[in-house]
C-alpha cells in the first residue's frame, strides 16, 4: 500500500492507497513542535485503526509546503514503516511542464495538482486549491502550468477579521442561511462565505476571459473547504477533495517507474 502526504500550511492531509483505490484518508493539524518519534507514534497509529499493519505500507510519497518540518515527516516515515519516502516538488522529474517566469518557486502542491489534473482529466482546468491560501492553477490538457492566482483562505480571513477589530466576535463559519443577517454572527457568516464565493466565482470567470487556448477550462475544486463551498460557487464543475492526493499517487508510480 502506498501512503501519501500532503503537508499544508494549517493541516496535512493524509491518505492510504491500495492500488488506485484511497482505502483510508486524515485531516491533520500541521504542527512544527512534533519530534520524528511523535509523527511516528501518530502515523503508526491512525494506519494500525484501519487494520493495516506498518509491513503493509510499502511506499510513501509526500509533498510539503512548510520545508521545516518536511525532513521530520520523512524520518518518522522511515521509523514506522522502513520505507524512504518519495517528495514531490518542482524539481521532480515528471510529465508536465511548469512554464512560468521562476519554476522553482512553484508550490509543491501545485506541482501534484498540475500532474493529477493533466493525467485525470485530460483536458485544460482550474484548479481551485482552497485551505490557508486559495490557490488557482491552470493547466493545460498536455500537463503545463502556466500560471494561476493566490488569494487569503476563507479561513485566513476570518481570522484576520477577528484580530483586527475590536467588537466582533470570533464566529463560527457555519452555513449562512441568508444575505441579511440580524445579528452579528450572521452577518459575519454571510460576509465571509458568500463573500468568498463570489469572490472565487469572479476571479474563475476572469481567468476564462484571460484563457489562452480555445476550449473553455474544467474547473476542480479541492482541498479541505471544496465540499463546503460546492453550494455556494456556481463556477465549479467538479469537486475532488483528495486531487492531491491523487496526484500524489501517480507521482509515486511515475518515478518509482523512471
Not at 482529466?121 to 486549491?129: A, F, G, L, Q
Not at 480571513?157 to 463560527?172: E, Q, V
Amino acid at each position: 500500500m502506498l501512503l501519501t502526504i500532503d503537508i499544508g500550511n494549517t493541516e496535512t492531509t493524509t491518505g492510504l492507497f491500495d492500488g488506485d483505490v484511497l482505502r483510508a484518508h486524515w485531516r491533520l493539524t500541521t504542527t512544527v513542535a512534533r519530534t520524528a518519534d511523535e509523527v511516528r507514534v501518530l502515523m503508526s497509529q491512525l494506519v494500525a485503526a484501519e487494520g493495516i499493519s506498518a509491513a503493509s505500507v510499502t511506499g510513501v510519497a509526500l509533498c510539503s509546503v512548510v520545508p521545516t518540518i518536511t525532513q521530520t515527516v520523512v524520518n518518522a516515515c522511515d521509523l514506522a514503516f522502513r520505507v524512504t519516502p518519495v517528495v514531490i516538488d518542482s524539481r521532480s522529474r515528471l510529465p508536465i511542464t511548469l512554464d512560468v517566469d521562476e519554476p522553482s518557486t512553484v508550490g509543491a502542491d501545485r506541482v501534484v495538482n498540475t500532474l493529477a489534473a493533466s493525467q485525470i482529466y485530460k483536458r485544460d482546468c482550474i484548479i481551485v486549491d482552497m485551505g490557508t491560501a486559495t490557490t488557482y492553477d491552470c493547466v493545460s490538457a498536455n500537463g503545463s502550468f502556466f500560471g494561476g492566482i493566490i488569494q487569503p483562505g476563507v479561513q485566513t480571513s476570518a481570522l484576520m477579521l477577528f484580530s483586527r477589530t475590536a467588537m466582533l466576535p470570533s464566529t463560527a463559519l457555519t452555513t449562512p442561511t441568508r444575505a441579511i443577517g440580524t445579528n452579528t454572527a450572521d452577518c459575519i457568516r454571510a460576509g465571509v462565505v458568500f463573500g468568498a464565493a463570489d469572490s472565487i466565482d469572479g476571479l474563475i470567470g476572469r481567468i476564462k476571459a484571460e484563457w489562452p487556448h480555445p476550449d473553455t477550462p474544467y474547473v476542480v475544486a479541492t482541498g479541505g473547504l471544496a465540499d463546503t463551498f460546492r453550494s455556494f460557487c456556481t463556477g465549479f464543475n467538479e469537486v475532488d477533495p483528495y486531487l492531491t492526493l491523487q496526484g500524489l499517487r501517480l507521482a509515486f508510480a511515475i518515478l518509482s517507474n523512471d
